[in-house]
């Protein structure tokens, strides 16, 4: 099955965007975005902490809606989902 | 009109558009793209979303203040010094309603809408740090 | 500019001219004859010395808020629902300052600035009330 | 000597204005508008109450500067003054 990941900002220009991947079933949110995170250590330090854990300011998003950071680790990613990954908002 | 483009828009003709029946006072808030000696600035945007939060926001705003009328439209793509960045026409029967929802409408947005804005300057470029540590509308 | 005067005046216009080193943020304020079963209204202005009272309003909101740029145009005459009544543009450096600038500013004018409305209906006319029971900024 | 008198709004619609009259040395600011508004009875009572007061909500100006109406009564006009007489203002 396969998944996009959107980086954007800081996160996009160290690790790209619109990264469409395999991924096998029961794959976490936590552990797609961290394999593909490894890629790039300037891009993996950005959103994670020296313990593996997301940096409390990192926002995720499946499919447009909020998932926090505590349930990402548990919450399963399925065929066709649009994945984002961000730093603090600001616009305007 | 809520819209994130790159186009510019004609702010006169978005007042005029505004004058919906009753409307007594027209509030016009124009973000702009400030001189802190940056050369340009880059906007990008997690457009889809960025869409669905400022319709949703316009909606709170207009039961929550009684508005008459809601334009946001937010640039992205690069601008320059004195570019308009945002602009938010809002239209009520008095004014104290058009300046609380014009307000409430830009608050909402640096809280919450997946858009981000690099300062491009002779040495690189800076991303602008949000005004809230936490920002996606979503958990609100 | 500061004036009061019986012809319209361009917004987009007075925005990109308010636009001034250091802008970030623009917000218009624009007073509408609202169609409160009227069919025209006709104001009437002690110009001289409206005007002086303008000057020292938006003085003073320069310096209490920081603006960079103040216009301040109220219009006298006949109007008809819908038109521009007063038209008010302030720039800032950021928003906080400019919605509060162009807020003291209106209701500096609602205070104590020698204008007068007058509704003009199918049945004749009535004078608008004053939101203030007095009202001329001399006595502040 | 001689003074104008300007009355504004509603004031203006029973009483005219931008009138030019010739008053004696001495003569104190409410003794003026009282004589000239005595020339229509709705235009005195729209500026004065049954006492010959000024209704607390009006406004005197001299020269464009404001006048108390506590003191109009022993406030001289002189050659060439400007008085304005007008209801509370209701602009923007």
């Not at chain 2, 992205?76 to 960045?85: A, D, F, M, S």
């Amino acid at each position: 099955m396969t998944v996009k990941i959107r980086f954007f900002a800081r996160f996009r220009e160290l690790l790209g965007t619109d990264i469409v991947t395999e991924v096998v079933p029961g794959t976490m949110f936590t552990s797609l975005i961290t394999t593909t995170a490894r890629k790039n250590p300037a891009g993996y330090a950005a959103i994670f902490d020296e313990k593996g854990a997301f940096h409390e300011f990192v926002i995720l998003m499946k499919n447009g809606k909020r998932i926090e950071l505590t349930d990402a680790a548990k919450t399963p990613v399925v065929d066709g989902d649009e994945i984002a990954v961000f730093p603090p908002v600001a616009g305007g | 009109m809520i819209a994130i483009q790159t186009a510019d828009v004609d702010i006169g003709a978005l007042i005029a558009a505004a004058k919906k029946q009753g409307t007594g006072a027209v509030v016009v808030f124009d973000g702009v793209v400030r001189d802190d000696d940056i050369t340009e600035m880059e906007l990008e945007a997690y457009e889809e979303v960025a869409v669905q939060e400022l319709e949703k926001i316009a909606g709170e705003a207009t039961r929550q203040f009684g508005l008459l009328h809601v334009d946001i439209i937010h640039r992205i793509g690069r601008l320059t010094v004195g570019e308009n960045i945002l602009i938010i026409v809002v239209s009520a029967g008095h004014r104290p309603e058009a300046y609380s929802g014009s307000r409430y409408i830009i608050e909402e947005i640096k809280r919450g809408v997946p858009i981000w804005k690099k300062e491009l300057t002779k040495d690189g470029g800076r991303w602008v740090p949000g005004e809230h540590g936490h920002g996606s509308g979503k958990s609100r």
